[in-house]
């Protein structure tokens, strides 16, 4: 990986598989919109940012170096080799040609508090209606990072709330799940840090203890805000792919599970009728 810090841009050359439709507009992350010129515009944490990809390039605006390399490249995974990881998982005969098909898609690493907020609002919900529910929460109790974009609110402005102000936003049933666990995380009952250093299983474990969180907002939450590449969600979709490894997943999928998953949710999504 190249950097070069331009006047107006940071511009970042030989990272491979990293495709922006198919990691920002997959279901992992809901707070990327894609522009008319093809670049993405979104927040993280409380940082914004415009990327697109040009030659092969990957441009950042909207950023500095520092905020770049304490954030970003983390954010994009971009220190990990995911050219040999897809070759491992091209083990595999159904993902041997997915991956080629579908070629780029990458796991963000996003922050616990926000990931695990998003998969509560994501139960029983659409794309769409998520990132719809998700912009009002961050629009009426984020920061203002100006231009219409706003931070994700942090877990004690939102412990301030009661169910009624979440109701208030679109978040139906799922409002009395997080004024609880807005206001667990906020008073240290729930320590999401502690949470990322414990084993999958042990982690697990913890997130199925938290009101409203169920094994699939788990299994979520632990691949994309937690740090847990062996966390393997199950949804209606990844049920039917199962159908094809009756024996278990194969031993080319070990430690990056939720790799595989991504791979094989989007094959599912386009080709299983």
């Not at 970042?12 to 997959?26: F, I, K, R, Y």
């Not at 004690?156 to 799922?174: I, N, P, T």
């Not at 502690?194 to 697990?204: D, F, G, H, V």
Request: net charge negative.
């Amino acid at each position: 990986m190249k950097i070069k810090e331009t006047e107006k841009s940071i511009v970042v050359s030989g990272v491979e598989c990293l495709d922006l439709d198919l990691t920002l507009d997959c279901g992992q992350a809901f707070r990327w919109e894609r522009c008319e010129d093809g670049s993405y515009c979104g927040v993280a944490g409380s940082n914004f940012l415009n990327i697109r990809k040009e030659n092969g390039d990957l441009i950042f605006e909207n950023t500095d170096i520092e905020v770049f390399n304490n954030f970003w490249v983390n954010y994009f995974d971009l220190n990990r080799d995911y050219k040999a990881i897809c070759d491992k998982l091209r083990e595999d005969s159904l993902l041997s040609s997915t991956i080629d098909e579908y070629y780029g898609i990458r796991i963000l690493n996003q922050e616990p508090w926000e990931a695990l907020c998003s998969f509560v609002i994501s139960q029983q919900n659409n794309i769409k209606r998520i990132k719809l529910i998700i912009s009002r929460l961050c629009r009426a109790y984020g920061d203002d990072l100006g231009n219409g974009y706003y931070s994700f609110p942090s877990a004690q402005r939102l412990s301030e709330l009661e169910v009624a102000d979440f109701e208030a936003l679109g978040c139906g049933y799922r409002a009395k799940y997080l004024e609880k666990l807005s206001k667990d995380v906020a008073s240290g009952k729930i320590d999401l840090e502690k949470i990322k250093s414990l084993t999958l299983e042990e982690a697990r474990k913890e997130l199925l203890n938290i009101y409203g969180v169920g094994i699939k907002v788990a299994n979520c939450a632990l691949l994309f805000g937690f740090g847990f590449l062996s966390a393997f969600p199950v949804d209606v979709w990844m049920k039917r792919v199962m159908e094809h490894y009756p024996n278990g997943l194969p031993e080319c999928f070990d430690g990056i599970e939720g790799i595989a998953q991504q791979y094989l949710f989007h094959w599912a999504r386009n080709n299983i009728k």
